[in-house]
């Protein structure tokens, strides 16, 4: 079962660190990126069972949200970096990312497919991330917005393209795709889970 507590930044940094790991088994950071208005923070909350809204608030800097995560036997922390995905906060972003275990990029089928934009926001997140084939780096990528269906402007085969473009382009990351709405929940609970459980299954395969 999911459940969670949410911090704004400030919140969170008056926490002390033994209160937010106390006894947990692994400690997790994951970070969710992509162009602003996608739907990053809807979809973290629908999957922390914060339910939706239509109205929105663009994420300032980054929020930090912590969610105990119990798998199998293990339990962990799993703090959720939400990274604000409008250009005017992209100087801040590479503060975000380093020590990430995974990540969730999105982007929106409402809107027209860029997939050089895709690439900036890989080669900015491999700044700071250096995956390799001794420690795998999971990344979901979600076709986000599905529920608008008279609004989709990024087709099935152009979603596939995508997948493509990830494995061919990026090998070292350890990717899966997923399309997902933040408003029905389509695909949201297996996209956050296959990122998590896989990296908890990872990080237990080096032990
Ligand atoms: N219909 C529909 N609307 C969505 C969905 N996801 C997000 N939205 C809407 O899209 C808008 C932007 O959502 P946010 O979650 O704030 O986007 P964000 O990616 O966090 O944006 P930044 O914080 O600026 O980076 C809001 O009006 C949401 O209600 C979805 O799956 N379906
Ligand atoms: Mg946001």
């Given at each position: 079962m999911v459940y969670c507590l949410y911090f704004s930044p400030k919140a969170f940094l008056q926490l002390s660190h033994s209160e937010i790991?106390?006894?947990?088994d692994y400690q997790l950071k994951f970070i969710l990126l992509g162009d602003?208005?996608?739907?990053k923070t809807s979809l973290r909350k629908k999957y922390m069972g914060m339910g939706f809204t239509q109205e929105y608030l663009k994420t300032i800097g980054v929020d930090m949200a912590y969610l105990p995560y119990q798998y199998e036997e293990f339990s962990s922390s799993v703090v959720i970096?939400?990274?604000?995905?409008?250009?005017?906060?992209r100087f801040a972003r590479q503060l975000y990312y380093?020590?990430?275990?995974a990540a969730i990029f999105v982007f929106d089928t409402t809107s027209v497919l860029d997939l050089d934009k895709i690439r900036w926001w890989m080669d900015d997140l491999l700044k700071k991330i250096t995956p390799s084939e001794l420690e795998p780096f999971y990344l979901a990528i979600l076709a986000n917005k599905i529920d608008l269906k008279d609004e989709q402007k990024v087709g099935e085969q152009e979603i596939k393209n995508v997948k493509s473009m990830f494995e061919d382009e990026y090998p070292l990351l350890t990717t899966t795709l997923y399309k997902t709405s933040?408003?029905?929940?389509?695909g949201v609970d297996d996209a956050f889970n296959w990122v998590i459980e896989n990296t908890i299954e990872f990080i237990q395969s080096k032990e």
């Open positions: 790991v106390a006894r947990d602003g208005r996608v739907g970096w939400d990274i604000a995905g409008q250009d005017e906060f380093g020590g990430a275990n933040a408003l029905t929940g389509e």
